[in-house]
């Protein structure tokens, strides 16, 4: 079994920043893509930034609503990743999923795990 924790959710002013982390633990054998999802308030759940694995160069790809406003990072060795907001706004109030596509074994087929979410929430 494989479990993605988030934190570092919470309340934050219209303009501030926030640090949103995800550990996995577990039966893994190697991470691919490792990164960040939301869902607001009545919304589909939409990309916010994911990282590839080393194999992949450790390429981020960010979605629209937040390039230049978020920037993800990694940590390989501790199979965390790291997802820094700033300038936040009203739209950006969602709860955040970390997702990861997993390996539990050389040999294995990867499957995508997901965290339980984590809370945004952009007020004044």
């Known amino acids: 079994q494989v479990q993605l924790v988030e934190s570092g959710g919470g309340l934050v002013q219209p303009g501030g920043s926030l640090r949103l982390s995800c550990a996995a633990s577990?039966?893994?054998?190697?991470?691919?893509?490792m990164g960040w999802y939301r869902q607001g308030p009545g919304k589909q759940r939409e990309l916010v930034a994911v990282?590839?694995?080393?194999?992949?160069?450790?390429?981020?790809t960010y979605g629209e609503s937040v390039k230049g406003r978020v920037t993800i990072s990694r940590d390989s060795a501790e199979n965390t990743v790291h997802l820094q907001m700033n300038s936040l706004k009203a739209e950006d109030t969602a709860v955040y999923y970390c997702?990861?596509?997993?390996?539990?074994?050389?040999?294995?087929?990867?499957?995508?795990?997901w965290g339980q979410g984590t809370q945004v929430t952009v007020s004044s």
């Open positions: 990282i590839s694995g080393y194999s992949g160069g450790g390429f981020p």
């Open positions: 577990g039966s893994i054998f190697r991470i691919n893509t």
């Open positions: 997702n990861a596509d997993v390996y539990t074994d050389r040999f294995a087929q990867p499957f995508s795990s």
